[in-house]
């Protein structure tokens, strides 16, 4: 049932999309030491969400050349696009860049054009959203806003944050926002995943998005489940992610089902897909087996997606149609 079910993702980290594989190849091309990295099956070895931010930027450090991102999303995108997904939109990092030794410009010239690559090849649409990474702090993240602001880019059209919600409040952050809103990016922040319902408060309060990364923990508190419907707030759900990570002891047990009976506009994306063992078209099988959704009910949670994206209106309305026929 789910395999032609047309498919999108607004939430996952291309960095976080890099397999195994993929990571022992390129950091083979370069030369890197990658000892302790995987565990004794080849996947990559974390416990929690600490030591899997940590192993998530060992990983990504591997990548250091246009080229070598131009085949990350040229790799995943065609892998979305096997999965019957017709639109992606990921996060990237102008500090893994860095961290690479690379420009912002370079990192996003070798993003799109893996990007541009797997529309010609298979049809996906594709669009980044600059992100900063909250435990670097609030002065980088402001950089990145500046960044991304500075050098626009046509297939950069939003800007948010991801990383450890743990630190920091959010109205450190709201310059970063502000300048991103005002040149006419998207935006989305990661809250409600390990804060609780007062973290997508806060959010919400301080940042000026359309949309929260995850926001899950919101069904905890009725009022602010009313507030994300009144507000038309979109979450970008993530089940896979938050049953590797703890959040739920399993899928059956994670709020998708009830948020979007309460009226909250929901979307499914797989995250970090390698290391929680997902990929767009699981998390869609996960929702049909073990929340007993429908065709109607999957459906419609690409159509929000689509209709939450980060594109131009033609191109949205573009999307759409292509989800009629
Ligand atoms: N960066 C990559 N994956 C993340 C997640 N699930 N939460 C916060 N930051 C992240
Ligand atoms: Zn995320």
């Not at 931010?53 to 250091?64: H, I, K, Q, T, W």
């Not at 009022?223 to 979450?235: A, G, K, Y």
């Not at 699981?282 to 594109?311: K, M, N």
């Amino acid at each position: 049932m789910v395999a032609t079910i047309p498919k999108a993702e607004i939430h996952c980290h291309i960095e976080g999309a890099a397999s195994p594989e993929l990571v022992r190849h390129v950091g083979a091309r370069h030369g890197i030491d990658l000892s302790g990295l995987f565990d004794d099956t080849g996947a990559f070895a974390w416990h929690d969400f600490t030591s899997f931010l940590g192993a998530y930027d060992r990983a990504s450090a591997v990548f250091r050349t246009p080229e070598d991102y131009r085949d990350l999303t040229f790799t995943y995108f065609s892998s979305l696009a096997a999965e019957g997904a017709i639109y992606g939109e990921v996060f990237i990092s102008s500090d893994h860049a860095l961290a690479s030794g690379l420009s912002y410009r370079d990192y996003v010239e070798g993003l799109a054009q893996g990007i541009r690559d797997a529309e010609a090849a298979t049809g996906i649409v594709g669009r980044m959203i600059a992100t900063g990474v909250r435990h670097y702090g609030p002065a980088r993240i402001l950089v990145a806003a500046e960044t991304v602001v500075n050098e626009p880019h046509p297939l950069v059209t939003g800007f948010g944050v991801a990383g450890d919600e743990r630190m920091h409040h959010p109205r450190d952050f709201a310059d970063a926002f502000r300048i991103a809103g005002e040149a006419g990016l998207g935006l989305t922040v990661h809250a409600g995943e390990f804060g609780g319902p007062e973290s997508v408060r806060d959010a919400l309060d301080h940042l000026g998005v359309s949309r929260i990364g995850h926001g899950v923990r919101a069904i905890e508190d009725p009022d602010l489940v009313r507030r994300i419907v009144d507000e038309d707030i979109v979450l970008e759900l993530c089940p896979g992610s938050n049953v590797a990570l703890g959040l739920y002891p399993d899928i059956a047990s994670h709020p998708f089902a009830r948020l979007r009976d309460a009226g909250v506009r929901v979307t499914v994306s797989s995250d970090d897909p390698p290391y929680f063992g997902s990929s767009i078209g699981a998390e869609y099988g996960w929702l049909a087996s073990d929340l007993g959704l429908s065709h109607a009910d999957l459906a419609e949670a690409t159509r929000t997606s689509i209709e939450a994206a980060f594109v131009d209106a033609p191109t949205r309305a573009r999307l759409l149609a292509r989800l009629e026929g």
